[in-house]
C-alpha cells in the first residue's frame, strides 16, 4: 500500500507539472494556426472602379456584296441563234443588242400581211367609188373596212414578234459568260447570259434584333473586303422586316458607290455599322461576368469582402460589355480570380 501511494503521489506531481505546459503549447499553435488561416483566407485581386463613359455605339457583323442590278438574260420565243454582238464580260449600253434570233419565216409573214392589206386597200378604194354611186351596199363596204383592220392587227402582232428576235441590254452594265453559241436553239427556259450593274453595289447584313430600335435609314456603315487595305463607306437604304427564327437577327440593305468596280458581287465582307452614341455607359471587361444557369453576376470588393451582384447586359464589344442594371459608377469591381471566390470571401487587392 506504501508503494502505492508513492507511486500516486509522484504521478500527481507530474501531472499537475507536464498538464499546463502542454496547454499552453497547444493554445499557441491554435492561435498560430487561427493566423495563418486567416492571412491564407485573404485572395489576392485585381479591381476596377466603374466610371460611367459615352459609348459610341457600334455593330460589328458579317455580309454579302450584292449587284445594283442584276439579270438573267433569256429568250422569251423559242427560235435558233444566228448572231451574237457582244463580248463575255465587257460593258454594254442599254438597249445594245446581245443577241439574234431567227426571224426569216416571222418576215414571210410579214411580207404576206403587207400584201394583203395592200390588196385590200386598193378594192376599198374601188368600192368607196361604187359606194359613192349607190352601186354598192354599205354593209359591204363596211365588211371591207373590217378585214383591212384585222389585218394591220396581224401586222402588229407580227411586228411584236419580230422585236423579241433581237435580245436587247435592259440596262446598262457588264455582261457575263455567254452559255450558247450560233445555231443553237434557245427557250425561255435556257440563260443565255447575265447582266450585272456594278457602279453602285448593295451590301447585305444582319444585326440582332435587341438593336431594331436603334438604327434608322441613312445611318453610315463601314466595311472591307478581302484584298483591300481600304475601308469603304455606305449608307443604309432598307431592310427586311422578317427576323429570322433561328438566328434572331434583321437584315439590313446598304448602298456604296464603286469608283473602279473594285467591289464585286458575292464578296464577303466585315461590316461596321455606327448606331446612336450611348451617354453615361457602365462598361466592364467582359473576362468579369460570370454566367449563370439563369443571367449572369459580378463580383464587387465591398469592406475587405467578395459581394456578388446579378447584372443585366447591354451592347458587347470585343473586350467590353455594357452593363444596364445591377452596379453603378463608383462601384469596385473584381477582374481576376473570380473562379476561386465565394460570397463574402475575403479578399486583398493587389492592383
Same mark, same amino acid.
Given at each position: 500500500?506504501?508503494?502505492?501511494?508513492?507511486?500516486?503521489?509522484?504521478?500527481?506531481?507530474?501531472?499537475?507539472?507536464?498538464?499546463?505546459?502542454?496547454?499552453? !503549447?497547444?493554445?499557441?499553435?491554435?492561435?498560430?494556426?487561427? #493566423?495563418?488561416?486567416?492571412?491564407?483566407?485573404?485572395?489576392?485581386?485585381?479591381?476596377?472602379?466603374?466610371?460611367?463613359?459615352?459609348?459610341?455605339?457600334?455593330?460589328?457583323?458579317?455580309?454579302?456584296?450584292?449587284?445594283?442590278?442584276?439579270?438573267?438574260?433569256?429568250?422569251?420565243?423559242?427560235?435558233?441563234?444566228?448572231?451574237?454582238?457582244?463580248?463575255?464580260?465587257?460593258?454594254?449600253?442599254?438597249?445594245?443588242?446581245?443577241?439574234?434570233?431567227?426571224?426569216?419565216?416571222?418576215?414571210? *409573214?410579214?411580207?404576206?400581211?403587207?400584201?394583203?392589206?395592200?390588196?385590200?386597200?386598193?378594192?376599198?378604194?374601188?368600192?368607196?367609188?361604187?359606194?359613192?354611186?349607190?352601186?354598192?351596199?354599205?354593209?359591204?363596204?363596211?365588211?371591207?373596212?373590217?378585214?383591212?383592220?384585222?389585218? *394591220?392587227?396581224?401586222?402588229?402582232?407580227?411586228?411584236?414578234?419580230?422585236?423579241?428576235?433581237?435580245?436587247?441590254?435592259?440596262?446598262?452594265?457588264?455582261?457575263?459568260?455567254?452559255?450558247?453559241?450560233?445555231?443553237? =436553239? /434557245?427557250?425561255?427556259? /435556257?440563260? =443565255?447570259?447575265?447582266?450585272?450593274?456594278?457602279?453602285?453595289?448593295?451590301?447585305?447584313?444582319?444585326?440582332?434584333?435587341?438593336?431594331?430600335? =436603334?438604327?434608322?435609314?441613312?445611318?453610315?456603315?463601314?466595311?472591307?473586303?478581302?484584298?483591300?487595305?481600304?475601308?469603304?463607306?455606305?449608307?443604309?437604304?432598307?431592310?427586311?422586316? =422578317?427576323?429570322?427564327?433561328? !438566328?434572331?437577327?434583321?437584315?439590313?440593305?446598304?448602298?456604296? #458607290?464603286?469608283?473602279?468596280?473594285?467591289?464585286?458581287?458575292?464578296?464577303?465582307?466585315?461590316?461596321?455599322?455606327?448606331?446612336?452614341?450611348?451617354?453615361?455607359?457602365?462598361?466592364?471587361?467582359?473576362?468579369?461576368?460570370?454566367?449563370?444557369?439563369?443571367?449572369?453576376?459580378?463580383?464587387?470588393?465591398?469592406?475587405?469582402?467578395?459581394?456578388?451582384?446579378? /447584372?443585366?447586359?447591354?451592347?458587347?464589344?470585343?473586350?467590353?460589355?455594357?452593363?444596364? !442594371?445591377?452596379?453603378?459608377?463608383?462601384?469596385?469591381?473584381?477582374?481576376?480570380?473570380?473562379?476561386?471566390?465565394?460570397?463574402?470571401?475575403?479578399?486583398?487587392?493587389?492592383?
Amino acid at each position: 500500500v506504501r508503494n502505492i501511494s508513492v507511486i500516486l503521489i509522484v504521478i500527481i506531481i507530474g501531472a499537475l507539472l507536464i498538464v499546463p505546459k502542454l496547454l499552453i !503549447s497547444d493554445k499557441n499553435k491554435q492561435q498560430g494556426s487561427s #493566423n495563418q488561416g486567416s492571412q491564407q483566407s485573404e485572395t489576392p485581386v485585381d479591381v476596377f472602379v466603374i466610371k460611367p463613359i459615352d459609348l459610341e455605339n457600334e455593330v460589328s457583323t458579317t455580309g454579302t456584296i450584292i449587284a445594283n442590278e442584276t439579270v438573267d438574260i433569256r429568250s422569251e420565243l423559242t427560235r435558233k441563234i444566228t448572231g451574237i454582238y457582244f463580248n463575255e464580260g465587257t460593258y454594254v449600253q442599254q438597249g445594245k443588242v446581245l443577241f439574234k434570233l431567227d426571224d426569216s419565216d416571222l418576215l414571210a *409573214r410579214l411580207r404576206r400581211l403587207d400584201l394583203d392589206e395592200e390588196l385590200n386597200l386598193k378594192q376599198q378604194d374601188r368600192e368607196k367609188q361604187l359606194l359613192d354611186k349607190g352601186l354598192l351596199n354599205a354593209e359591204e363596204y363596211d365588211i371591207r373596212e373590217t378585214n383591212i383592220e384585222k389585218i *394591220r392587227a396581224d401586222i402588229e402582232v407580227l411586228e411584236v414578234e419580230l422585236s423579241k428576235t433581237e435580245i436587247t441590254a435592259p440596262f446598262s452594265g457588264i455582261t457575263g459568260f455567254r452559255n450558247v453559241s450560233i445555231g443553237s =436553239l /434557245v427557250s425561255n427556259a /435556257v440563260d =443565255l447570259t447575265t447582266i450585272q450593274d456594278i457602279s453602285r453595289v448593295k451590301v447585305d447584313f444582319s444585326i440582332p434584333e435587341k438593336y431594331i430600335s =436603334l438604327f434608322t435609314i441613312g445611318q453610315d456603315i463601314t466595311f472591307n473586303v478581302e484584298g483591300y487595305d481600304e475601308d469603304f463607306t455606305g449608307k443604309v437604304i432598307s431592310y427586311d422586316p =422578317l427576323i429570322n427564327e433561328n !438566328s434572331r437577327t434583321i437584315v439590313l440593305r446598304a448602298s456604296a #458607290n464603286n469608283k473602279g468596280s473594285k467591289l464585286l458581287p458575292g464578296s464577303f465582307v466585315k461590316v461596321k455599322l455606327k448606331l446612336e452614341n450611348i451617354v453615361n455607359s457602365i462598361m466592364i471587361p467582359t473576362e468579369s461576368l460570370i454566367p449563370k444557369l439563369k443571367g449572369q453576376s459580378v463580383i464587387l470588393y465591398q469592406n475587405g469582402k467578395a459581394i456578388f451582384k446579378d /447584372v443585366e447586359t447591354g451592347i458587347r464589344g470585343e473586350k467590353e460589355i455594357q452593363i444596364t !442594371s445591377g452596379i453603378n459608377s463608383g462601384d469596385t469591381l473584381v477582374t481576376t480570380n473570380i473562379l476561386r471566390l465565394k460570397p463574402n470571401n475575403k479578399v486583398k487587392i493587389v492592383n
